[in-house]
């Protein structure tokens, strides 16, 4: 957990905010095991909880983004694709910067694992769809209880 303080009406807090790592690998490597994609102990429930904070809307827009690079690979347009994934980060960086709060948690993750080294092909838009889609269908679960 990465330690930060937060200025709350002029008193300072400590927060955890989780780490993610940085990926350097193919996303469809990283996000193969079907384990880690759907079940309940897998890693998109982990980092679900994590974004337990986050309203949904700010949720759906990373997926939408995510959606339209996969139809763009879908349709041959590779190049169209990845620029799609990677405005991802610009976007995470935007709205973390402007609405702070949790959102800095998504900004991490996109962050650290969108880059030119894990977007290569269209089989690495398509696991990362798979693997965001399931951690949006956890999320709901656990933004619901808060």
């Known amino acids: 957990m990465d330690k930060r303080f937060n200025n709350k009406k002029g008193n300072f807090q400590r927060i955890e905010r989780p780490t993610f790592p940085v990926i350097e ?75 702070k709060g949790d959102l800095i948690n998504l900004k991490n993750f996109i962050t650290n694992t969108v880059n030119e080294k894990s977007v290569v092909d269209e089989d690495d838009i398509d696991a990362f769809d798979q693997f965001f889609t399931s951690v949006v269908a956890y999320h709901t679960q656990f933004a619901r209880k808060k």
């Open 25 to 99: 690998d193919k996303l469809s490597i990283v996000f193969s095991d079907p384990v880690e994609l759907y079940l309940p102990t897998g890693k998109a429930c982990r980092y679900a909880k994590q974004f337990s904070g986050i309203p949904a809307h700010q949720m759906r827009k990373i997926l939408n983004g995510v959606k339209e690079a996969k139809i763009a690979a879908d349709n041959g347009d590779l190049k169209t694709a990845r620029s799609k994934m990677f405005v991802l980060v610009a976007m995470s960086a935007y709205n973390a910067g402007r609405l």
